[in-house]
C-alpha cells in the first residue's frame, strides 16, 4: 500500500470493555465521521435498531466504497452502477464489514441518514428514533460469521446506553420500497446470540 491509498481512518481505542462513550461513539469502532447526519429532533432518543445490508457495486465485497459514499468521497466515474448515486447524501452509524470490523460514521446522539421514508408501528420519520447498522451484504447471499458475531456484540452494548425496545429490518419500516436485510438474514441467529426477549422483534413473530 502507498502512502497516498492509506485511508484516513482514526485508529480504534481500545480502552477498557468495549462501550459508547460520552459523545455516543462506540470505543472499538474505526470512526470515519461523516457530515451527513444532523441533530435528533426534540427530545427523541434512539429507541430502534435498524439493520441493513449494503454493498458497493453491489456484491462487491473488496472495495472501500461504502465509506467512501457515506463521506461524500465516492468517485462515481468509478462503476457504472455509481453513476445513479451521484448527489445523494446518505449515511448509517455503523457499516459491519465482511470479516466483523465495525467502522462508526455517525455519533448515535445524532441522527444518520439510512432508512428514509419509513414508518415503524405507525411511527413515521425512523431515522428520528433509530440507530442504523448496515451489514457489508446483499439480499443475494448469506452473511458471515464474524458480522453475526459483530453485529450482536454491538446491538448489546447499544442497548446498555440507549433505550432501545426494538429491532428491525430496513425492509420492516419501508416495506414495498426496500428489501434489506434481505432473505439469507438470519433473525433467529441474532435474536439468540444477542440474548434479546422476542418482544425487541416485533416483525418477527416466530421467534
Ligand atoms: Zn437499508
Request: without cysteine; proline residues 8%; aromatic residues 14%.
Given at each position: 500500500m502507498t502512502p497516498q491509498h492509506v485511508p484516513h481512518v482514526q485508529p480504534v481505542v481500545r480502552q477498557g470493555d468495549p462501550h459508547i462513550d460520552a459523545q455516543g461513539w462506540f470505543t472499538h469502532a474505526s470512526r470515519r465521521p461523516s457530515p451527513n447526519f444532523e441533530a435528533r429532533p426534540g427530545d427523541a432518543v434512539p429507541t430502534l435498531i435498524v439493520v441493513h445490508n449494503i454493498s458497493?457495486?453491489?456484491?462487491?465485497?473488496?472495495?472501500?466504497?461504502?465509506?467512501?459514499?457515506?463521506?461524500?468521497?465516492?468517485?462515481?466515474?468509478?462503476?457504472?452502477?455509481?453513476?445513479?448515486?451521484?448527489?445523494?447524501?446518505?449515511?448509517?452509524?455503523f457499516v459491519i464489514r465482511r470479516d466483523g470490523a465495525i467502522q462508526q460514521f455517525v455519533s448515535c446522539d445524532e441522527r444518520a441518514w439510512h432508512a428514509g421514508v419509513s414508518s415503524f408501528c405507525g411511527r413515521e420519520r425512523c431515522n428520528d428514533f433509530s440507530i442504523g447498522i448496515e451489514l457489508e451484504g446483499s439480499d443475494r447471499m448469506p452473511f458471515e460469521d464474524a458480522q453475526y458475531a459483530a453485529l450482536s456484540a454491538l446491538v448489546r452494548i447499544i442497548v446498555k446506553r440507549y433505550p432501545i425496545d426494538a429491532v428491525a429490518g430496513h425492509s420492516d419500516i419501508a416495506p414495498g420500497r426496500k428489501t434489506d436485510p434481505g432473505p439469507h438474514f438470519d433473525w433467529q441467529r441474532m435474536r439468540h446470540d444477542s440474548a434479546l426477549p422476542p418482544s425487541f422483534f416485533p416483525f418477527q413473530p416466530s421467534i
Open positions: 458497493l457495486p453491489p456484491d462487491d465485497f473488496t472495495t472501500d466504497a461504502i465509506a467512501d459514499f457515506f463521506l461524500n468521497k465516492l468517485d462515481h466515474d468509478a462503476h457504472p452502477y455509481f453513476d445513479h448515486l451521484r448527489g445523494m447524501r446518505v449515511s448509517a452509524h
